[in-house]
T-cell receptor, first 117, second 113 residues
């Protein structure tokens, strides 16, 4: 149990376009989902926390209008990178809590590599 | 944001050797988690620790929650090639409605043939 999927796994887009990344908890209902960004050879940096049916809470320095998060159900959250630019290229990882174990243990998706040309 | 200090930053060892890495913080946590990440993948939870002083094993992995609640270590015994990856510690000060993880800087493990 506690499997999280992400789609797509890789995406290449042109500068100025928008990209949507989906995060799904496959075998549990996720009370909370988290979105992280990871630069090469660096640790994970939390971008935002979202609870189903409510607005996401963004970390300091993360532009909420650029990184739109929707958490429409207990098994699905989406991150939309709007008007993407090359500096948005990164590895985006979601996680979900509410699975087996303690309620706050986070289970991670496989990540989405975004390349903006 | 805040990050935990992990050491060493990288390790180059031979197969069969034991591995030890640790994580320290200037603030306390009441849960410590250890994750492993392979290239191009998301982190996978290895061990979770919930009480100060707790020592927990998962196969060849052993982790301890420091008594001061500001540190944790992870040991891997008799390393094998599939242990290669980046190991992250993560601390949590769980307040209901605010379960954010603070991640360590990572320890990259390489096994020399």
């Amino acid at each position: 149990g506690a499997v999280v999927s992400q789609h797509p796994s890789r995406v290449i887009c042109k500068s100025g376009t928008s990209v949507k990344i989906e995060c799904r908890s496959l075998d549990f209902q996720a009370t909370t989902m988290f979105w992280y960004r990871q630069f090469p050879k660096k640790s994970l940096m939390l971008m935002a926390t979202s609870n189903e049916g409510s607005k996401a809470t963004y970390e300091q320095g993360v532009e909420k209008d650029k990184f739109l998060i929707n958490h429409a159900s207990l098994t699905l959250s989406t991150l939309t990178v709007t008007s993407a630019h090359p500096e948005d290229s990164s590895f985006y990882i979601c996680s979900a809590s509410g699975g087996q174990g303690h309620y706050y243990e986070q289970y991670f998706g496989p990540g989405t590599r975004l390349t903006v040309t | 944001g805040q990050q935990l200090n992990q050491s060493p930053q990288s390790m180059f060892i031979q197969e069969g050797e034991d591995v030890s890495m640790n994580c320290t913080s200037s603030s306390i946590f009441n849960t410590w988690l250890w994750y492993k990440q392979e290239p191009g993948e998301g982190p996978v939870l290895l061990i979770a620790l919930y009480k100060a002083g707790e020592l927990t094993s998962n196969g060849r992995l052993t982790a301890q929650f420091g008594i001061t609640r500001k540190d944790s270590f992870l040991n891997i015994s008799a390393s094998i090639p599939s242990d290669v990856g980046i190991y992250f510690c993560a601390g949590l000060l769980s307040n209901f409605g605010n379960e954010k993880l603070t991640f360590g800087t990572g320890t990259r493990l390489t096994i020399i043939p």
